[in-house]
């Protein structure tokens, strides 16, 4: 593991990374938005995050060192139904490239933030709307979560294994993965084309739109009757004994994938098992070769096969906890993880040759950042703002409108 180096700070430092100078307003959320912010922030861009007093955060307690969703941007408290906060907002909007917000359909318009007045005041903006359901349809209006959402596009009902009930993949395959990332594409691409037209537009990104396209190889082999509706008998889903995972001697567990038969060969040539294993291209004898794994697997430790594997071509390795993966040698070795002020955490990902991404400043507390953000994005007279209540630097009254999801 290593330690991250460089970074910008939101207040004037320079920036580093593919999108230096792309600036984004960011409308506080929960979930997929304020990881997209993160990931933009990640890659070099200046973005700064608009919180309302009393805004709903994590359904749980956390400390804010370690919300990392919050990370690499400063963080200013505006009262948006106050009129010195909402001109303050709009006047944060004439100046960026990109706005990010993740409430529910019509929130934004409410606080007079909708994409019609942003694109009104600046043509060139990429407005980019992150939820669960859409902008529109029958579910637009109404709250939902990650589960939810994958759950309808059926993405879901295929995880699992078979006789089982479907297994939630965390939040990992909707909020951030068909959320988070579409966003973040969406938004590229319609930075990419307004530098060419000159024209901004909305980038409607919905989870279960994202989760759908994700699913786009698994619907194909659905079509042409090459997979299963029935989870657990597919060749991806734990179906097939040489793609599952095998418990150890000590509890631990090893992942299998050999797919392809040359990495299947080594797979038992190194568990001792050459012409010892049921045939794998026999489909009736795929129940006696997972018993055969399964009790070969047993006979060790998990460390001790994967000291068997290590560096191998038979596509077998350990399953490790989110506290061991830093300390894996290749993702030590490539520095994967990072520690940053005393916090384990991801590094910036993808990496480029020219223009590397770099951590920037560690996640700040709401409000920590109202006067040094402001004033670095060219906005006059703060100390008045914050005596007007217009500002703050501190979460101080509530606040009604709810977010895309609720916690």
Known sequence: MTSAAGGASGGGAARHGPLAGVRVVELAGIGPSPFAAMLLADLGADVIRIERPGEPSLPVPLAPEHDLLRRGRPSVLLDLKHPGGLATARALVDRADVLVEGYRPGVAERLGLGPDECLERNPRLVYGRMTGWGQDGPLAQAAGHDIGYVAITGALHAIGRAGGPPQVPVNLVGDFGGGALYLVVGVLAALLEARTSGRGQVVDAAIVDGTAHLSSLVVGLVSAGLWSDRRGTNL???????????????????????????????????????????DRLDLRQWPALRAVLADTFRTRTRDEWAAVFDGTDACVEPVLSYAEAPGHPHLAARGTYVERHGVVQPAPAPRFSRTPAVLGTPPSSPGADTRTALAAWGIDDVEGLLASGAAAEATEAAETDAPTRTP
């Open 236 to 278: 991806l889903d734990t179906g097939a004994p040489f793609y599952d995972v095998y418990e150890t001697s000590d509890g631990g567990w090893m992942a299998v994938g050999p797919l392809e038969p040359v990495f299947y060969a080594e797979l038992l040539r190194l568990l001792d098992l050459t012409g010892a294993a049921p």
